[in-house]
């Protein structure tokens, strides 16, 4: 048994984006679109033991509409979050339209003090009896991660054949989750190494604590925060993320949240054997050619189940 699976970089770039506004530089003004960065985001698609196409996200960042849109994204069975700065955050509004077209809820996976941040800013959606009018809005499950234990591995969180394990990283003081991604653990020795699974997913960090570097061990695919040239009292310095990525030595290395210090063909083909600049919309893995069809095949079920919704529950949903 399979389970095709593929990870989607759906936002490679820092927090205020790249181009910045009203910034000239090479960067920003450069014409290579691997240069254009949103918000750092990611999308993980695979089809369940079942048969039925997955989906899950890591981070609701600003620019979740734009980059469902790119990718075609149609249903979203869980958020994972990292932490609650508003670049990882401040798409969850967005997700509603995923509950309309599932016709169900979201489950969403994050820390205390990040569900924290959630409910205070999706108060409409938290707090929805409070709303003046009756929107619509998002529906959401929220599950409490425990922080991750000082020795051993976290419980991992099963979704539909994937596991997704929390990882402890520091994001300057700020305690914030990476997160291991790998297939269940019967799939595990059928995996090639041309699959991007096991994949550890480690964005806005700056330290690495001793408990975590035994989880980046057997990684096919490490994605890693790489910020700039210079030093950042709270991400990777491109140098820093080298020295990281060598030392945990993945088959591949893939570093995001880059701002615009970092022009794609200037830097990507100095690094290491194995390091790359990941970019907007760079896909690793396939579902396959029948894993496609179960998706085409599922998207079309779903269109045609919204297009016999009755019209006043599509108006209420404007
Ligand atoms: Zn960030
Ligand atoms: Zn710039
Ligand atoms: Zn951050």
Known sequence: MSLPARFIFLGTGTSG???LIACRCATCTSADPRDTRSRTAAAIEWIDPRGTPRCVLIDAGPDL?????????????????THNHVDHIFGLDEVRRFNAVMQAPIDLYAEGYVLDSLRRVYKHI????????????????????????????????????????????????LPVLGWRIEKGPELRD?????DPFPLAYCTDVSSIPPETWPLLEGLHTLVLDALRIRKHPTHFALDQSIDAALRIGAGQTWFVHMSHE??????????PEGLSLAHDGLTLGSLGESGERSLAEAKARMSAAMQRLDPGAIRAQA
């Open 17 to 19: 984006g790249v181009p």
């Open 65 to 81: 509409h734009a980059q469902a849109l790119r990718h075609d994204l149609w249903r979203c069975d869980a958020i994972l979050f």
């Open 126 to 173: 938290f707090d929805k009896d409070a709303n003046v009018n009756d929107s619509f809005v998002a529906t959401l499950i929220a599950h409490e991660v425990p922080p991750p234990p000082d020795r051993g591995a976290a419980q991992a969180i099963e979704l539909f054949g994937m596991r997704f394990m929390p990882i402890r990283l520091y994001h300057g003081r």
């Open 190 to 194: 059928q995996t090639p190494a041309s």
């Open 262 to 271: 970092i022009t794609h063909a200037a830097i990507d083909p100095e690094l």
